[in-house]
């Protein structure tokens, strides 16, 4: 807050101070390399996995109202569907989102065709203010997708969304929000599927989800085994 420009993680954590670089590099090829591989002594995956993770869940089956085609959904659509699915997202929900791209995927017989997945499935808009600040707003813990990054991929341009000039702006824009401005958490390349279609079957949506991360002593991510609970 005080007008000066510097690297900071969730919660002013900072850059060099709390979380270090495995491989120190003064002159990176991108800003986003600046910290390849690094090691955090704050807001490493390990002290998550002290206490482990566990608490309710909601899924919101994306898949079930769209074509497979690759789209962006914003705040817009994604109320329009938690609606007619009678979705309600309470504080501290892990919110599971259901896309159709594990299905995809595991379909190929592990002989994937990316010029196929690129052009598959839906992501959030990370470019919508509205769809942050709901995120911000009713204070879910986790977003959690069947996607390789819950947004879509690369992220709708500022000029395509109506701006008149392209400002200095994130990459991963969803990544940003969440991990960076309000630290909740992320989950990539889920297979939430066969949950879906069993959640929708049984007109639920709710379930106990149980997913502890590995103790990995200064990590900032982690695999999973997650186990829903219904």
Sequence with gaps: GDGMAQALFYNGFKAGVD????????????????YPNPHADAL???????HGLQGRAVMIDLAAHTNGKRAAVGYEQLM?????DKVNVEEGDMVCLRTGFDTALLAM?????????????VGLNGRDERLLNWITEVRLSC???????????????????GSSHKPLQAK????????????????????????????????????????????????????V?????V
């Excluded at 590099?25 to 986003?32: L, Q, R, S």
């Excluded at 490493?44 to 996995?49: D, E």
């Excluded at 069947?146 to 341009?157: F, M």
């Design 143 to 161: 977003l959690i997708s069947d996607n390789p990054a819950v947004e879509l991929l690369p992220a709708p341009s500022l000029l395509s969304q």
């Design 109 to 121: 017989n592990k002989q994937p065709d990316i010029h196929h997945l690129e052009q598959m499935c």
């Design 80 to 84: 329009r569907i938690m609606a007619v």
């Design 225 to 229: 085994t997650p186990i829903a609970t």
């Design 44 to 50: 490493n995956v390990a002290n998550m996995a002290a």
């Design 172 to 223: 991963l824009p969803l990544h940003e929000h969440c991990l960076f401005k309000n630290g909740i958490h992320l989950g990539e390349l889920w297979l939430l599927s066969p949950l879906a279609d069993w959640l929708r079957a049984e007109q639920r949506n709710r379930f106990l989800l149980t997913a502890p991360p590995l103790r990995l002593t200064g990590a900032v991510g982690s695999p």
């Design 19 to 34: 979380i270090h670089p495995a491989i120190k590099d003064e002159n990176p090829m991108a800003d986003w390399a600046r």
